[in-house]
């Protein structure tokens, strides 16, 4: 990636995204500005962790071919983010294959084009080689990046991924019932594992005559030999995947690959001249012309909605499936990081979808601009986490709550950069009635710290770089150049230096910026205990979260007291994510107590 410039991220003057309900399961077509050509493209994206670390620049590289007049169609595969499918249900190939073949219908019956371009990622590549094979007449092209060339060897590779992030979090790979692995908490099921064990892909089963990108992971000896099999054909490209470890590193540090990316749009151009110059028509739309796109399940309901400023905003409105006698508080989710709406280790959508078909309860999950589904704003800065213009993406989300259900008071919970969003989006707005707030990192930003750099280091305990510097395998890859001495030391002094303004903030009455900033999250929570809106703080045990309680109410903590409102609850061995099922039942249960209706004329909490 160095010295290429990254893609950008921008809305430009693109129509909406529209929201369409495909066999199961959420999907955005990126429609161009103009008429399309005769030719669209379907993503096909991988499983897994890869494909929530590839959410955001695969609707950037959408974006960018709608802006030069392709319409493209984005999913969710059964099991992953929005869909209907819990993971566990998805049984077979077949029904990844099904979503893939529905999508290609609806992308020609939503715009007309007769031919399509498949561009598939890890399983999706596979998914795009029997659609191909299975619609020839459809069939335009295809990029396959990162193939799955091996299922053996995808699910040994997913299998370490699976024990390293788990090394990462702190929250080790737990074997659930039916589930052959689980990643980040993602998981698989034996049947769709085992018939993932006996793929082998071979470039003979793409006929010779359609136009192929085959871009392999470096050092991936089948890949590569695979992708090698294109090299000679005509229309075909076949090369290396370079930047796919970059793009696929988590969801908020994430990278679009921009020269597989190039290659996909340049394969996309040469597919299209060659429709035009066989005068393959496009015909009108099939499709009815409703924007709402809903799905159902055991008890509940849910609609994708594109809302908010510039219409940047995607997000869905999650209600039970029957109506419910009383109205509940309904809730806003706020994602963490980079993570999309659906949640880390689909979390987010599992709460939603529970509190809809056991409590009655409405709740609206979205991706904040320029963060999963969502496009970016103008004059957003290029790291939006912790901007302070999301509070009117916050603002948007509440409107569209109270369009739902007129008057609502709603209740508004987040996750580390969401569990700030929260709290000071409460602090600005009277419509949140109550803030549940899990492992909040920061009560307010300090302007002097660079977002970027604290999201690269992550929320580590200065005591923790020391013992980096100072750790014998870190310096020996120190000595070859592998770790960034310079920037693990320059934040150890920052952070020292920062610590003595901070420690001194209480007596220096705003004379120093710590201080002014220690008296505007005081003069906030004073606000809202005037005003009686609670404000639940969950933390896991020995979260780097748990220090902001300690530089603003004291070691003892004492200083809060002064705030009835607040209540500090731990979560005793989660991580700092809530991988764990186990360890989000605490807050799904808060939730329910303080959003579900009661009868007429007593509280949520004194009917609990």
Known sequence: MAGKPVLAASSGALPPLRPLAVAGTFALLHRPSGDPGPV?????????????????????????????????????????????DDALAVTGIDRLA???????????????????VVAGVGIGAFLAVRWAAENPLEAAGLALLAPMVSGRSTLREWQMRAAMIGDMTGSPPVAVE???LAVAGLAISDPLAAEIRGVKLDAGEVRQDLPVLALARPGV????????AFAGRPDCEAGLFEAFDAAVADPTLSLPPEDAFSRVEALVHRVVLREQESRVQVLPALSSPSEVAVLEGNGWREQLVVFGPEEALVGVWCTPRAPRFGVSHPVVFLGAGGNPRAGWARGTAQMA??????????????????????????????????????????????????????????IVAGSCGGAYLALNGAMADTRIAHVVAINLQRFLWDARDDVGRILRLGNVATRDYGYKLLDRGKLRRLLSGQVAAGA????????????????????????????RLYRRVHRGLEGLAARGVPVDLFYSEGDPGLAQLDLFFG??????????????????????????????????A????????????????AAE
């Open 40 to 84: 669209g493209v379907v993503i096909a994206d991988p499983l897994g962790y890869d494909a929530l670390s590839l959410r955001r620049p695969m609707r950037l590289l959408a974006d960018r071919l709608a802006g030069q007049g392709v319409p493209v169609l984005r999913y969710d595969q059964p099991g992953t983010g929005d869909s209907a």
């Open 98 to 116: 099904e979503t893939l073949r529905a999508a290609c219908l609806e992308l020609m019956a939503e715009t007309g084009v007769q031919r399509v």
């Open 178 to 180: 039916g589930a052959a």
């Open 221 to 228: 000896a089948a890949e590569e030999a695979f992708a090698d």
């Open 353 to 410: 979808r529970r509190l809809a078909s056991e409590e009655g309860i409405a709740s609206l999950r979205f991706d904040l601009a320029d963060v999963g589904d969502s496009r970016a704003r103008s004059g957003a800065p290029s790291t939006v986490h912790y901007w302070s213009g999301q509070t009117e993406e916050l603002s948007a989300a509440l409107d569209l709550c109270q369009r739902f259900v007129p008057g609502a008071q709603v």
């Open 488 to 515: 693990i030391l320059g934040e150890v002094m920052r952070r020292g230096l920062r610590g003595v303004e901070r420690a001194s903030a209480p007596w220096l009455f705003g004379l120093s910026p710590f201080s």
């Open 555 to 588: 070691r003892s903590r004492s200083g809060l007291a002064a705030y009835r409102n607040v209540d500090v609850k731990m979560l005793p061995g989660a991580d700092h994510s809530l991988t764990r099922a186990a360890d989000r039942e605490p807050v799904f």
């Open 590 to 605: 808060r939730l329910r107590q303080i959003a579900r209706p009661a009868p007429h004329g007593i509280s949520a909490e």
